[in-house]
């Protein structure tokens, strides 16, 4: 067992090494631990960032970092991960997971127009603990879909669990969602473990039989379906606004994504680019998610 564990260290460095996203994301899956170093005391932190690879530093930090704290740890040298690399780019990114700042320089326009989303919140905020401190609340948690893109959806909640510092199932009373959102739903509703491995079953065999039997309806229900479950729109505008109009707090968090994804993506690069613009993005909201850690 030892020797097989071992194995298994060394095809992680190796991976790392030679900045096989792929490779690094397959021993993630089978549960590699990320906390092996070599001779010299560097983690796999300090090896990807002597690589000046952006695209392998992100995968390490988005795989391991949150359970191994890799960009804390020194090496023999006293050296940190982020002293391995002379690209601002990666020393920016390393040091971003040790910080809820923004490491995107906005332009004074853009700069007001987001104090001033601030100070709204703030102030509707402010005003529903005035009306409402004092009554039991029953908080909503809506679950977006959209295939693997439910990635982000559990992205976002590492993310808020992490800041929250509780299990999110805890933290609201009501949760919907769509499609993949749904399906995230259910699994918070269960207490599913994260690390829990779950067979395929007779998905296939079920999906199929429905298929068959609501076809028609499904057709005749597409057009209103997805104008009932857009991401973005008429249906968050109103929502929001009916909020806002009673005083209740909305939060919305929905990270623009650099390049379209398809549901069914497979590429492991552009879906570690699309956590990554995620992770940036929760960042950037932390305001925001401090609040909710106050409902």
């Not at 096989?20 to 906390?35: C, Q």
């Not at 949760?175 to 509703?189: D, E, F, N």
């Amino acid at each position: 067992m030892l020797l097989v564990k071992e194995k298994m260290n060394e095809e992680l460095v190796r991976a790392v090494q030679q900045r096989n996203i792929k490779e690094l994301v397959r021993l993630y899956t089978l549960d590699v631990p990320g906390d092996t170093a070599d001779d010299n005391g560097n983690n796999i932190l300090h090896l990807a960032a002597k690589t000046n690879n952006a695209n392998i530093v992100k995968g390490v930090l988005l795989l391991f970092e949150r359970r191994y704290h890799l960009s804390k740890k020194k090496n023999m040298k006293g050296n940190l991960p982020q002293d391995e690399s002379f690209l601002p780019q990666i020393v920016d990114a390393i040091k971003l997971f040790n910080s809820n700042c923004s490491p995107v320089k906005k332009e004074d326009d853009v700069v007001l127009d987001f104090e001033a989303r601030i100070n709204l919140k703030n102030t509707n905020f402010q005003r529903f603990e005035r009306d409402h401190g004092h009554r039991k609340r029953s908080i909503l948690l809506s679950l977006d879909g959209g295939g693997i893109r439910g990635l982000v959806l559990v992205q976002m909640l590492m993310f808020l669990e992490e800041n929250l510092k509780s299990y999110i199932w805890k933290r609201f009373q009501w949760v919907s969602g769509t499609s993949t959102g749904a399906i995230l739903a259910l699994a918070l509703a269960k207490g599913e473990s994260p690390t829990k491995t779950v067979g395929e079953g007779r998905a296939h065999a079920i999906l199929k039989a429905v298929s068959k039997k609501g076809a028609c309806v499904s057709s005749m229900l597409t057009v209103g379906f997805r104008q009932l479950t857009e991401a973005d729109g008429q249906p968050v505008d109103r929502a929001q606004a009916w909020c806002w109009s009673m005083n209740v707090p909305f939060f919305r968090f929905s990270p623009q994504l650099q390049q379209r994804i398809e549901i069914d993506e497979h590429q492991d690069a552009i879906l570690l680019d699309m956590l990554w613009t995620t992770e940036v993005y929760m960042r950037t909201e932390i305001i925001e998610v401090e609040q909710v850690g106050v409902l």
